[in-house]
Structure formats: structure tokens, C-alpha cells
């Protein structure tokens, strides 16, 4: 009697393991992408581009790479850290996700960081634009773009256009720090003198009061950093305070393309250098906007770019490692890894697993009655000169 109790133990507890190595190979048949972005709040734009983006590359490129399928498995933190460093850990602990991706802003980004590098998640930053977040984990690799990519060559541009005296308007947080701090430098060795300069709140900003400060300060143009998703709500204020004599110039997230045409005419003669304008005339990038467009009704703008190739880059990986999801392996795979994305040639620096590409002086002019960053001037594979001046 006693032994056939415990060959039936025997027998159930083989049913179990069975079951449990079932569960495990169906498991591994599936590849988790954690997506952290803000679908709310102030920076709600950029989660939806991002997240807009995933879908269409799925949709055109199937949900299926290297034997395995792929899960993307949304969450919206609000572009607030607190709220990032939290979805992580349950993503990586409850769902065991393969990658955490996104990443609105950098305070995100970095929040979740040493979560990566304990998991040995690649994680993918998709939007987050400061320098120093690649140096948090050797797991984070960027697709997105740096403050110090754009704001120096825009400095150039200025010192070498007429530009004198500028008055320069960031937000308080480390982008708009690395957006003024590359660009003060660059724009007074040409001879330009920065006669003003205010940080604004990054949440909830009245842009009114500083406006004034920029007013006041008469300068031959303003050197504007906001992020995405907030540079619609500063020309309209920009326009109510009278300031539409002085010429916006900046990095391009203040003119990102989803916003543009709900700024009106103010925004008209804006020069600003960045990595992507919906105008790109490459055919990669009219095949990309119309069917952005035909998918969600409106115009793509650089932030919907850093998720299509963010997802391009996860997919790549994994064909490289056959489908294996060693964090160490994939990252080794995404390393050198270049491609020819919406906004042109990109790649992915080997040495800090930052992204390299062009960056195109644009202006806002009207075209068939809408308002387009039109490109006027291209400097090719730029690499991030905070990383490089370290």
C-alpha cells in the first residue's frame, strides 16, 4: 500500500514537472517588450508616437522574428520616475520580460537603469535625449538622439547667420541643462552673447512670466528647449506675449512635427536642427509618413521615428542571436548594428551603444498649405560630443 501511494506521488509529481516544462517552453516560444512611456500628462505625445510607431512596424514587419512571438506589453508612467522605476520591477519580475523599452524622459530612463543592469535587460531608449544615460548600464542602448547632437550645431549656424544676441529658455532638468550647456559655448567662441537665460518647470510650465524676461532682454532670437509635446503650448503663449519679432531657434523638439500645424503662422521662419522632419524627402521616410498617416490620421513626428527604429533594432538583435534572449548576447548584437531608418543612415555607436546620424538644419515654411520642418542643410553621422568631450 505504501508503495503504490508513492508511485502515484511519483506519477503526480512528474505531471507537475511535465506541466511546469510545458509552461516554460511555451514561455520561451514568446518575447516580452516591456513598453514604459507617458500616455498622460504633460508629455502624453511623445508615449503615443512611440507607442503609435511599435503597432505600424509590427503590422508591416509581423509580430513573429526568429521562431519567436512577440509580446509588447504597454504601461504609462506618466513621464514620472517614481512611476517607471515601479512598472520595471514588475515587469521584469512579474512578466519576465525580455526588454524594457521607451522612455520619455531622462529622470525615467535613469530611474530604471540599475533595474536593467541587475536583470541584465537591454533596455531601449526610444525618446530620452541627455548624454550621460548610456553611461548608467552597459544594457542601455539608445535610438533616439542627444541634446548635444543638435544644440551645438544649431550654435554654429547662429554665430555664422547674423544672430548676436540671444536669449536662451530651457527646461529645468538635465536635457534643457545639456541643451544650453552645449550650445552657450559653441554660439560665443563664434562671437554670439547669451544676454539671458531661464529654466522653466518641466511639469505643468507657464511659459508667460519668463516670456516677459525674453522680451525684455531684446534679443536678435530665442534659443528654445522644450520637450516633445510641450512646444505647442509655448507658441501659444509665445504669440500672446507679443514676442513673434524674435526668431525661435533650438534643438527640434520644440517644432516636433505632431505639433506643428496647431501652432499657426508664429511658428513661420523657426530654424532648428534636429534628427528628423516629416518633409525628409528620402522614399523610406514618404512610405513611413503616408502610412503613419494612414494608420493614425496624423503626421509622424521624430518621436514616432525613435520607436520605429527602437523596435527595428529589437527585432534585428534577435535574428542575430537566433532568438535567444541573453541580455549580454543581444546587446553585443545591437552593437555596430546600422540601417537606413525614416530619418536617414543610422547606426549604433559599438563603443557607448549611443546612436549616430545626421542632423539637418531645418525652417518652418508652409508648404501646400501646411507647416513643415523643410531641411536645408545636412551634417552626417553625428556622434554625441558629450561622450566625446568626456
Known sequence: MVLKLKSIAQVAAGAVLAASIGTQALAQETVKIGLIVPLSGGQASTGKQIDNAIKLYMQQNGATVAGKKIEV????????????????????????????????????????????????????????????????????????????????????????????????????????????????????????????????????????????????????????????????????????????????IGPGDVMDDDLLNGMGDAALGAVTAHLYSAAHPSQKNKDFVAAYKKAFNQRPGFMAVGGYDGIHLIYEALKKTGGKTDGDALIQAMKGMAWESPRGPISIDPETRDIVQNIYIREVKKVDGELYNVEFATFEAVKDSGKIKK
Open 73 to 248: 506589453i504597454v504601461k504609462d508612467d506618466g513621464a514620472v520616475p517614481d512611476n517607471s522605476k515601479r512598472l520595471a520591477q514588475e515587469l521584469i519580475v512579474n512578466d519576465k520580460v525580455n526588454f524594457l523599452a521607451g522612455f520619455g524622459v531622462t529622470p525615467a530612463a535613469l530611474a530604471v537603469a540599475p533595474l536593467a543592469t541587475q536583470a541584465k535587460v537591454p533596455q531601449v531608449i526610444m525618446a530620452a535625449g541627455t548624454s550621460i544615460i548610456t553611461e548608467r548600464s552597459p544594457y542601455i542602448v539608445r535610438t533616439s538622439f542627444t541634446l548635444a547632437q543638435s544644440s551645438e550645431i544649431i550654435a554654429d549656424w547662429a554665430a555664422k547667420n547674423g544672430i548676436k544676441k540671444v536669449a536662451a529658455l530651457v527646461s529645468d532638468y538635465a536635457p534643457g541643462a545639456d541643451a544650453l550647456n552645449f550650445f552657450k559655448p559653441k554660439f560665443t567662441a563664434g562671437g554670439g552673447e547669451v544676454v539671458e537665460e531661464v529654466k522653466v518647470p518641466l511639469a505643468n510650465p507657464d511659459f508667460a512670466p519668463f516670456l516677459q524676461r525674453m522680451k525684455d532682454a531684446k534679443p536678435d532670437a530665442m534659443f528654445v528647449f522644450v520637450p516633445a509635446g510641450q512646444g505647442g503650448n509655448f507658441m501659444k503663449q509665445y504669440t500672446e506675449r507679443g514676442l513673434t519679432g524674435i526668431k525661435v
